[in-house]
């Protein structure tokens, strides 16, 4: 599942066999079990992943599936029942002072700032909770304001800004100490699509830009997708696919063809062969055949030609990403303890 | 792609980096303070109206002066120790709700240093309204008290006994959230048997003997003491100050010790955040 690098700890570099850095984040046989009375619950099972700096990981999964907790074991919110967890080399049970600062975190569900505190001073306690001095967090604290759009409303409590300006001052709280590693909670949940859009796109410069390794959850999948690098399916607290985006989507690319036209459905539908499938796509028509029967894809095209059918594109079905991971989420485990439909095969994770 | 530098740079010492950890904390407590300064203002002024009326009570419609100067120093502790209590656990129970508390979990800092910022921010809020009621209440009713050193100590141990109580209900307050409640009961028994509305002194034996263990009752009966001219020597001899002393102390460690060990259970049932 992982790709198995070896973790060194900076401080030992030179004694090293290897002088490898350590990867931005190594999961090595990482579970938790929670207990509720009498009963307990595995809200993760053992978890290995290894993330490279500067790689964009989408970790998605149904609701319960254990992806917060994954992202709270990572910052040492929650205490692993067993495995461990790597931060740039540091062990975050028994190095903790090193690797918290590893890390800056926006976290579901929950204002991550004080409310009745103003920006300014929300920015400037952050900073300083990492243990930079004010000197320091000031300039780095103006330059995130102003690029966010909040300078002007710098002193005013974080309580009288709309919802997506709150969520702003989040992320900017996780980002005030510079730090290597983003953790990013459902960072886009609740708020309108003009502030989803810009915290969408802070996280894609963050990514693109300034080379931060980031591990995402969300349950919106088209951001998942443009987002990142890497994509790992988590069902009942285990992973159960683990690869580089394009990797997994051209995996489960379908043999058969998919033909684009430009504008509505209209009387497409009556020179379609049997088996073939089309909907609305946006301003255009797609059409997916039912195989990847190349003569029956030419036979399509002419019938299209001859109806004055635009025609966009024709290309190898390939699914988005929600499609993907509703397959996944909703294989039943085969006999081997892998799963049907296709889904075993990712379970092999990136080489 | 290999590591990028470490962008925070070490510390060179560990005790000065959660020294700054902890002012940090502090300085976050008093500008959260400044925020609810009308708050803080209302509960000043209840505080003293509530204290007014039990001493009127008490003196049967009138007030009694030589009765004030022995109550006055319960008030002001009873103040801080509530003030902590309440303001402690609510600042606790609010930061779980927020996801505050997580996020103050992100830092290098020990939770020690942590709860003892917050304690410090607590311990500016209670104070401050003790003096302000100390002083309008000692210029209105002219009430005159013997100022000298001796009562220094037994001052200054008696607003960390308060302060302590205050942390022991903060730390309760990690697991138990309901424990809100709870607290105005017992602060209704600091407000009793802490000397606010009768002096310690003339309890019945069984009573005051209960009242040792109430936090800022020992404090504030060595305060009286000294305050009435006896030397700091009279509260040792009467057993007072050795208890003090240790209530204090094992209240302190007790609070210290109960937050640590609920941080670290809160983070095995993941209980930082609502539950």
Redesign the interface.
Known sequence: MSTGRTSAH?DSLASAATPE??A?IELSGLGKV??RGRSSVTAVQSTTLSV???QVVGLLGPNGAGKT?II?ML?????PTWGTVRL??YDVARQ???A??????V?E?????????SAW?NLL??G??????GAKVKPRAERLLTELGLWERRHE?VGTYSRGMQQKVAVA?ALI????VILLDEPTIGLDVEAARTVKDWIARLARTD?KTIVLTTHQLEVAQELSDRIAVIKEGEVIADLPTAELLSRHAENRFEIRVAGPLGGLADVLPSGAHAEPAGEQTRVLLPDGDRQLLYAVLNRLQSADAPLVSVAQARPSLEEVFLRLVNAEPGPSGGTVDGAADVTETAR | MSAPPLVVGEPRSWLGLQARLASNEAAKGVRLMWHRRSMVVVGVVLNGLTYLGVSLFIGGGHIVKPLMVLTLPALLAMVVASIAALQGSGGVAEEIYGGTLEQTQLSPASPHAQVLGRVAALAVEGLASAFVLAVVLVLWFGLDYDLHLAALLPALLTVVDGLAYGLLIAALTVRVASIGAITHVFNMVIMVFGGMMVPIAVFPDVLETFARFIPTALGVQALNTTLAGHPLGATWSDGTLPWLLVHTAVLLAVGLVTYVVNIGRARHEGGLSPR
């Open positions: 900076p850095a350590p931005a929670y207990s490279p700096w500067g907790t709270k910052g040492g919110l929650v205490t740039g080399g903790r002072r090193h918290v600062r590893q890390i800056g975190a976290l569900g929950s204002r991550n700032v004080y409310w009745p505190m001073e306690y952050f300083r909770l990492k243990g930079l001095r409590s709280a100490t510079d730090p290597p080379g």
